[in-house]
T-cell receptor, first 111, second 115 residues
Framework: GQQVMQIPQYQHVQEGEDFTTYCNSSTTLSNIQWYKQRPGGHPVFLIQLVKSGEVKKQKRLTFQFGEAKKNSSLHITATQTTDVGTYFCAGPRGGSEKLVFGKGTKLTVNP | GAVVSQHPSWVICKSGTSVKIECRSLDFQATTMFWYRQFPKQSLMLMATSNEGSKATYEQGVEKDKFLINHASLTLSTLTVTSAHPEDSSFYIC???????????FGPGTRLTVL
């Protein structure tokens, strides 16, 4: 079945360093979404990318959708302790509303 | 943004009892809600899709008689874990689709511990 793979599984950085997580789907996606889950919390929607090659920015966060619409990345510039959490990518299963989530990248930031 | 509430936020019960979890969309109507399960340090696994006014559709491997879902209105879906056992202990999260571009808004989750 459709798989969404995410690397790395864990990333530990010093505050101020950059961070990137990569997401790869086994199938072409109509869109890809990113969620953040703080420790003890629930996933919070960050962004949705729809177009091939799309790049979107939210302050220090940059999201990219690959040309083939099978991969995506999230880059955080100059991490802060508030960036701590697990970042999940997710893509729709086939043409349905159901999302397939990657396993997430857990980011820890040393102050 | 859309707000989804979930109640209770945590519950501890004895093995063999049933537990009901409510999921509400507070400021929008959700014809579809989703129930996920998340084990510690793992990703979200879709359990079932809850459709208002019709039967829920369950993912492969999820027992529909054990996890009863009722979507009685456009703002409320309930998940009942029947005859809970320790292996059912998990973090259960509901989500609702925001109308328009497909994006999910998650409830705060319910941590179930079965003793």
């Amino acid at each position: 079945g459709q798989q969404v793979m995410q690397i790395p599984q864990y990333q530990h950085v010093q505050e101020g360093e950059d961070f990137t997580t990569y997401c790869n789907s086994s199938t072409t996606l109509s869109n890809i979404q990113w969620y953040k889950q703080r420790p003890g919390g629930h996933p919070v929607f960050l962004i949705q990318l729809v177009k091939s090659g799309e790049v979107k920015k939210q302050k220090r966060l940059t999201f990219q959708f690959g040309e083939a619409k099978k991969n995506s990345s999230l880059h955080i510039t100059a991490t802060q302790t508030t960036d701590v959490g697990t970042y999940f990518c997710a893509g729709p299963r086939g043409g349905s509303e159901k999302l397939v989530f990657g396993k997430g990248t857990k980011l820890t930031v040393n102050p | 943004g859309a707000v989804v509430s979930q109640h209770p936020s945590w519950v501890i019960c004895k093995s063999g009892t049933s537990v009901k979890i409510e999921c509400r969309s507070l400021d929008f109507q959700a014809t579809t809600m989703f129930w996920y399960r998340q084990f510690p340090k793992q990703s979200l696994m879709l359990m079932a899709t809850s459709n208002e006014g019709s039967k829920a559709t369950y993912e492969q491997g999820v027992e529909k008689d054990k996890f009863l879902i009722n979507h009685a209105s456009l703002t409320l879906s309930t998940l009942t874990v029947t005859s809970a056992h320790p292996e059912d202990s998990s973090f259960y999260i509901c989500s609702a689709s925001w109308p328009g571009p497909l994006a999910l808004f998650f409830g705060p989750g319910t941590r179930l511990t079965v003793l």
